[in-house]
């Protein structure tokens, strides 16, 4: 029964929260791709992209109460400067915490350490100059119902969610499959001295990678900032979850970070109206731990880390 | 001269693969370089394209060095490098493993596509098809396809007949002639020595990571040392 009662609610709650793991998810699968490492900075970049596009829309919308065409401009607005807030620290994570030690050769737990340390710096960095308390993002349109289904209200911040998460993965998809940064990140990730022997400048596709996934994740902290406010904590439990949803649709694979990502956002929510939302952290790593023990390489990995 | 090499040693870690290696090239020309196994070939070709570097010594191209530069520059300095074990781009298609090989060009590569299919029809036949699927031979061609599609000049073959049947290795054999024939420099590294030698207008016998013969292709071919140590033949007097 308490299954049934609230399906649909809890769908769709579910789907905007898996939207927002995709996208988080595919800078995850892109990094690990071309460098056979988990950038556990990620968190940050996520981070990042909500002060980023908290600062932009404050100055942009002010106290006004935006409407119709200007909702959809000052969305737009948050999406990019969310993206290139996100893509400029993604690029300096690459730059400083990721690339020194690839110089060196330096063993894999290095990079690890380099990461979590990185991360620490950052989101203290944001705690000490943006405050401790959640910060609450102007909104760019009037929430409220707009249709329902089955008895679930759909609220315009869902639709927002799918219209701009939906667009950034259909051209992400289409950037990897078809342009020539996508054919670098491929050939990289497939075999990285001979896509140098090609002509393929490995470094700059590295950053490329990096920025690309940042200009994903910084958006989505801006969508999920839009709910749930912008503080610089943030982006743990997200990111840590997004990083799930990447390992449960096969890292390295992109439309696997999707799948999954809606995929663990749709399975969070679900067992909430059986068992209460303190289940839905637990219900998520879960699957994590189920995951990397009876199928590592996820649903669409051919054989771990040879994936992208 | 279009390719120098003189001096040249190259080390991993403090072990020397290459002591001391002097090779010239020049316009047009098919070079073999034979050797066994771990004798320096294949550090050769890398160090030729910007993955190895040495530690003493150079690498010139048309007079000028090369050897400090990054396989990425190199490869737009017009060196194509057709790596051992082929290394297709697994999960690229046909078509896109050949247009990695255009990665630093721009404008239209109808002509080269053309060139390249009419060298090896079969490429044209499985463009879509996926490289990690295409059988030992295929993947060969298209590894040499791939490196002509950047328009080299110089072209360094490692090991082409590697795991090859031998009908297979001759078709290969004809086409790197006409390679040459269309213009372009090639250096072969074979253990097949009777093949290359008798493809190539010189050759270079490694051992050891020392150069220990130098010589026309068929005066080699004709040489008892290197019939008994590369042709399977009995050593004089044996």
């Known amino acids: 029964m308490c299954f049934t009662q609230n399906f649909w609610n809890f769908l769709v709650s579910g789907l905007a929260d898996g939207f927002l793991y995709a996208l988080v998810a595919i800078g995850y699968t892109l990094v690990y791709g071309v460098l056979q490492l988990i950038n556990f900075a990620h968190s940050e970049v996520f981070m990042s992209g909500g002060f980023a596009s908290l600062f932009i829309l404050q100055a942009a919308i002010g106290s006004s109460q935006p409407h119709g065409i200007a909702s959809v401009g000052f969305v737009a607005l948050g999406v990019v400067g969310g993206g290139i807030g996100g893509a400029l620290v993604a690029y300096l994570l690459e730059r400083v915490a990721y690339r020194p030690l690839r110089r060196r050769n330096a063993p894999r737990l290095a990079f690890l350490i380099s990461a979590i340390g990185a991360s620490y710096f950052l989101y203290n960095l944001a705690g000490k100059e943006f405050g401790r308390n959640a910060l609450e993002i102007p909104s760019p349109f009037v929430n409220g119902p707009v249709f329902t289904i089955f008895g679930a209200t759909v609220q315009t911040y869902y639709i927002v969610i799918a219209i701009a998460a939906m667009a950034m993965l259909v051209l992400v998809d289409r950037v990897v499959a078809m342009t020539k940064l996508g054919k670098g990140i491929r050939a990289v990730a497939q075999d990285a001295e001979t896509a140098s022997l090609m002509g393929v400048n490995i470094d700059r596709v590295i950053a490329q990678t990096f920025v690309l996934g940042g200009l994903l994740g910084g958006a989505a902290g801006f969508l999920f900032g839009l709910n749930a406010g912008v503080v610089y904590t943030m982006g743990f439990t997200p990111a840590l979850k997004a990083f799930t949803a990447a390992v449960l649709g096969g890292i390295g694979n992109i439309r696997g970070a999707m799948l999954g990502g809606l995929l663990l956002g749709i399975a969070e929510n679900l067992p909430v109206g059986c068992v209460g939302t303190q289940w839905r952290d637990v219900v998520a790593f879960g699957i994590l731990v189920v995951v990397l023990i009876f199928r590592p390489r996820g649903i669409l990995g051919e054989q771990l880390g040879r994936a992208a | ?238």
């Open chain 2, 1 to 238: 001269m279009l390719l120098e090499i003189e001096d040249l040693e190259v080390c991993y870690g403090s072990i020397p693969a290459l002591k001391g290696i002097d090779l010239e090239v020049d316009e047009r020309e098919i070079v073999a370089l034979l050797g066994a196994n771990g004798a320096g070939k294949t550090t050769t070709l890398r160090t030729i394209s910007g993955l190895c570097h040495p530690s003493r010594g150079f690498v010139a191209l048309d007079g000028e060095r090369i050897d400090h530069l990054g396989p990425h520059e190199v490869a737009g300095r017009g060196i194509g490098h057709v790596p051992e074990g082929r290394r297709i781009f697994p999960r690229m298609s046909v078509q896109e493993n050949l247009e990695m090989g255009a990665y630093r060009r721009r404008g239209s590569l109808r002509d080269d596509f053309e060139r390249v299919f009419g060298l090896f029809p079969v490429l044209g036949d499985r463009r879509r098809q996926v490289g990690g699927t295409l059988s030992g031979g295929e993947q060969q061609m298209l590894a040499i396809g791939r490196a002509l599609m950047s328009g080299p000049r110089l072209l360094l073959l490692d090991e082409p007949s590697m795991g090859l049947a031998p009908l297979i290795v001759r078709d290969i054999f004809s086409i790197i002639g006409q390679i040459r024939e269309e213009g372009t420099t090639i250096l072969l590294v074979e253990q097949n020595a009777t093949q290359a030698l008798r493809l190539a207008d010189r050759g270079y016998v490694i051992e050891n990571g020392r150069i220990v013969m130098a010589d026309e292709a068929s005066r080699l071919l004709a040489d008892e040392r290197v019939r008994a140590a590369y042709l399977g033949e009995a050593p004089p007097g044996s």
